[in-house]
């Protein structure tokens, strides 16, 4: 009796969340003058945020769908006091020892403003919510995040940057001390995790990439990002020869790519990537890119080309146009140019917690101004 109505109470907040989105039936939200997107319309206009810290968990959207499974009564609320880090050991009131050490849904926040320095890859462990919401956080200078056969995570508020590559290693992991491949220095990498949101980060000059999503990795939504000064920035598929990641699908949307990025927003390979509402501020080789048959729905998405390099897409194999690289309602500026591919539209067919409204490109600056982490001053909202 006890798990029904738990149950019903939860669908009761998601259903309420829902209806709050939805434009036709919630008054239009701002803060400090800013038209926001229907994320952060769920929960900035609070200005009790940190005491309903939970709240963010019902606002997200696309793939992820809605994150109904980090919170509750059994959530274990967990903060950060300590920026060292010891890979093999960790200490109570690290980073590492809560998204590692605690068993079950663990809710990690921090004390005040700190720059952890890694000293090996920080595996996150299923139903861990990272919430950087109310301090600055800089994850940067060595080794940075990895979510490993993971599901149920959130990443958010966190500033990531200056990720080094890393040779074979062994780390603590939720069961134990286990052996690591070497790493790229990628910012983020997910490693055959389901159901992860990753919102509200700013992310740059990693030694290879900011943000992957690999073998079999799926179910992921990639929102209010703030992604710059970087080569490669975003890749979806794991190779060419990964056949598993053919259901590998992903949301990539209200993020600012730029300034300075060159490629790879996303590169994706195999599987299917939403993008829609995210801005672009120019590119050097390509903004999105892909090989072995992927589809894409580029969706109301906002081009400025630089001066040279006008076109959006880049093929790998490009007689191949057996895949769909599908453009919607996008603007086009300075010169930028999509070539089209494939039939059908490369719909996402999204659930119910899964769906949103598209909001028209002519308004995706005013809903990626916030876009990366936010500054939260105390007793208000961020």
Wanted: charged share 20%; aromatic share 10%; with cysteine.
């Amino acid at each position: 009796m006890a798990s029904q109505y738990c149950l019903v109470f939860i669908t009761v907040i998601i259903l309420f969340c829902s209806l709050s989105l939805n434009p036709s039936l919630a008054k239009t939200t701002k803060v400090h003058g800013l038209k926001m997107n229907v994320i952060d319309g769920c929960w900035r206009w609070n200005p009790n945020w940190r005491s309903h810290r939970q709240q963010l968990a019902i606002c997200s959207i696309g793939f992820a769908g809605k994150m109904s499974n980090n919170i509750g009564k059994d959530v274990i609320n967990y903060e950060v006091t300590d920026p060292s880090d010891n890979a093999l050991d960790p200490k109570p009131g690290t980073l590492r020892y809560g998204a590692t050490m605690i068993k079950g849904k663990k809710w990690i926040t921090f004390q005040r403003d700190m720059k952890i320095k890694l000293e090996k890859p920080l595996l996150i462990s299923s139903f861990t919510a990272i919430d950087g919401r109310g301090a600055s956080v800089h994850i940067a200078g060595n080794a940075c995040l990895r979510v490993f056969r993971a599901t149920n995570v959130i990443i958010h508020g966190l500033r990531i940057h200056h990720c080094r590559s890393q040779p074979p290693t062994s780390v603590m992991g939720p069961d134990g001390i286990m052996s690591l491949g070497g790493v790229d220095g990628d910012a983020i990498r997910l490693v055959t995790a389901s159901k992860v949101w990753i919102d509200h980060n700013t992310l740059y000059e990693c030694e290879d990439g900011l943000l992957d999503v690999t073998r079999g990795s799926t179910n992921v939504t990639i929102s209010n990002n703030w992604f710059r000064d970087q080569d490669k920035v975003m890749l979806l598929g794991h190779d060419d020869g990964y056949f598993r990641d053919k259901s590998m699908e992903v949301t990539v949307v209200y993020n600012h790519f730029g300034p300075n990025c060159n490629q790879r927003m996303p590169r994706i390979r195999h599987g299917y990537a939403h993008v829609v509402n995210n801005l672009y501020k120019e590119w050097s080789q390509y903004a999105i890119g892909g090989s072995m048959n992927p589809s894409v729905k580029s969706e109301a998405n906002l081009f400025i080309a630089p001066k040279q390099n006008k076109e959006v897409t880049w093929r790998k194999d490009s007689n191949n146009f057996s895949w769909k690289f599908y453009s919607k309602g996008d603007i086009f500026e300075n010169g930028a140019s999509f070539i089209q591919s494939g039939v059908g539209g490369a719909k996402p067919h999204y659930n119910n917690q899964q769906s949103f409204k598209v909001v028209d490109a002519k308004s995706v600056r005013s809903l990626t101004r916030a876009s990366g982490a936010l500054t939260c001053t105390k007793k208000s909202r961020c």
